[in-house]
Nanobody, 120 residues
């Protein structure tokens, strides 16, 4: 299984971007997927998570601004980012748990990341 992100770029504060993560290979629909980000010098943090039962969660920092969705027919995970802030600048990664999906385990497959830069 491979995950390939796209859609990153540069945008002014207040703008929007939509990231895509295409899955090559097979991931069962009940497998957990999510988005993470890592800013320079900081830890990698979760941005959104779709659990095995479809529950979606966001941290407070992006709640109400970011929206994750999954198109099972296209094998693609999306992240719609609105009202972007300078502090959203980071490399964004797509991740998946690809086995034993009835049990929430650590993400075991990661994409290469896509850069998002928000300027004033």
């Amino acid at each position: 299984v491979q995950l390939v992100e796209s859609g990153g770029g540069s945008v002014q504060a207040g703008g929007s971007l939509k990231l895509s993560c295409v899955v090559s290979g097979y991931i069962p629909n009940n497998c957990r997927m999510g988005w993470f980000r890592q800013a320079p010098g900081k830890e990698r943090d979760v941005v959104s998570d779709i659990s095995s039962d479809g529950t979606i969660s966001y941290p407070l920092s992006v709640k109400g601004r970011f929206s994750v969705s999954r198109d099972y027919a296209k094998n693609t995970l999306y992240l719609q980012m609105n009202s972007l802030k300078i502090e959203d600048t980071a490399v964004y990664f797509c991740a998946a748990q690809t086995s034993f999906c009835r049990t929430p385990l650590a993400y075991d497959t990661w994409g290469q990341g896509t850069q998002v830069t928000v300027s004033s």
